[in-house]
């Protein structure tokens, strides 16, 4: 496995390589990380691996400095999961000048996680797009735990004719139900046996659905308040269009169920796919 911290010799080391399939990551990495290279690895004959963690995507008052940088924890991960190149650019290399041209999404970047985290898209698209643009792969992989950044990447692809597949990845969940997540490692013991009530409340707005509920909001408030009443302050639980994110009409049946909440300082969020 190669560790390269420079675009001169990426570009080097990739100029070799057939075809490749990419992961982007911010590292710190977990189980569900390493899902995402066993989807990965069949798919090309080179597997790269970048992390990095951009400052653009983080608002004034997130945890850009607290971010947690485990670098040979993630390099002993990547090497046991067969990844072949991993890419660790400081800020210098991929940010050599002040980047004036960013990638501004549409309007999907201003609701739920763009509405409470602005500019949070923007940041993620450009520097996705610059990372594209180094590693020129086929095919790339994005987890769903974050559903929204999927679709803006998707959209992104697809509206600059990118030769990529963006392939989406099940979100991997600990034994109880928690989405795994770098962030995970913030929360206090009490707060990690607390955590999966996040996940139970979306399973309960699916159950309901299922049911044949059809008083979305309804659901939402009450998901609302199952969090709040623990100690929780959420940001949202609602259900959109899986295709754009916007609330459902009557009738359709790809939807997904949303949920952002905080748990004392640490921000969790996660979703459930609902088929009617």
């Known amino acids: 496995m190669d560790v390269i911290h420079s675009v001169p010799e990426l570009r080097e080391r990739l100029r070799r390589e057939p075809n ?50 485990t670098l040979q924890s993630d390099c002993d991960k990547l090497r046991d999961a067969g990844v072949d190149v991993v890419f660790v650019p400081d800020e210098k290399a991929i940010y050599p000048e002040p980047q004036t041209f960013v990638v501004e999404p549409s309007d999907l970047q201003n609701i739920l996680e763009g509405a409470h985290r602005p500019g949070h898209f923007r940041g993620v698209a450009t520097v996705v797009l610059k990372l594209f643009n180094l590693v020129m792969p086929h095919s790339a992989i994005f987890g769903k735990k974050d559903y929204q950044q999927y679709l803006v990447l998707r959209d992104m692809v697809r509206q600059f004719a990118l030769p990529i597949e963006i392939i989406p990845a099940d979100t991997v969940r600990a034994p109880d139900g928690l989405a795994l997540s770098s962030r995970n490692g913030y929360l206090s013991a009490e707060e990690r046996s607390e955590a999966p009530r996040l996940y139970r409340v979306l399973q309960e707005v699916r159950d309901g659905m299922k049911a044949g509920a059809h008083d979305y909001q ?5 998901g609302m308040s199952m969090l709040a009443d623990n100690g929780w302050k959420p940001d949202y639980v609602t259900v959109r269009r ?20 905080r748990l004392g300082r640490t921000r969790l969020i996660d979703n459930i796919e609902i088929d009617r």
């Open 20 to 69: 490749n399939v990419f992961v982007p990551t911010m590292g710190n990495l977990h189980e569900g990380h390493i899902e995402l290279m066993r989807i990965a690895k069949p798919r090309a004959a080179c597997t790269v691996v970048s992390i990095f963690v951009n400052r653009l995507q983080f608002g004034p008052r997130e945890d850009y400095d607290r971010y947690p940088r």
């Open 218 to 222: 309804r659901l939402e408030l009450h």
């Open 242 to 261: 899986r295709s754009d994110l916007r609330p459902p009409v009557n009738g359709e049946h790809e939807l997904v169920v949303l949920a952002a909440a």
